[in-house]
């Protein structure tokens, strides 16, 4: 498949030409949040042909963005994940997402897929750091088969797919009710204020999360 291009000395268009073909920004995406294999990535990415898959890794692969892993004991199976370069895309992509909250995303479309682990970023982008100042909790999110965990230190975060070994707080919820949030029907401190989130732990650490992690209000793109 031939690589196009826009044929300009920018740094946004080269940038573009390695990441701006349709389906790379998602594999991105994806791969920001640890290795995946080829099967992982298939059932993320639903639409996405095998072909298309195939290709598009190569792309990655030959541009130095990912690179082939092998996952570690017990699984022992081929993988993908990013180079050092494609890491440094997290922050692009994090600012594609907080913008899509505030002017892109609104409500779900009729057949729209979505993949709960997608909060995994989501929360990312909407973590406040000057709120965690001194703060080191680890908070566990569970939405029906789906867990993951945050770690906050002085700061910053990291999101990690899987249960947390000793986390401050628990936070379970429903498919339904993410998706209200992701749309703006729910802030995440109103979900676990009116029992539409579950939550566990320490009383203090619970408190904190409405402020730790603040989803922007969505606006209207077109003056009213």
Known sequence: MEQRTYNQYCATARTLDLVGERWTLLLIRELLTGP?????????????GTGLLAARLKHLEREGLA????????????????TEAGEELGPAVLALAR??????LGERREGETFHPGWAVLGLEACFV??????????YEFRVED??????????SVQMVHGPAQRPDASVAMSEDVLIAMASGHFSLGAAIED??????GDTAAVR????????PAPRPRKPE
């Open 36 to 48: 995946k294999r080829f099967g992982d990535l298939q059932a993320s990415l639903r639409g996405l």
């Open 67 to 82: 690179r082939k892993v092998t996952l570690p004991p017990p699984a022992r199976t081929p993988a993908y994940a990013l």
């Open 99 to 104: 913008w899509g909250m505030r002017w892109a």
């Open 129 to 138: 750091p000057e709120a965690s100042a001194g703060l080191h909790l680890v």
């Open 146 to 155: 789906e867990v993951f965990h945050a770690a906050v230190d002085d700061g």
């Open 195 to 200: 029992g539409s989130a579950a939550v566990s």
């Open 208 to 215: 904190r999360l409405a402020d730790l992690f603040h989803l």
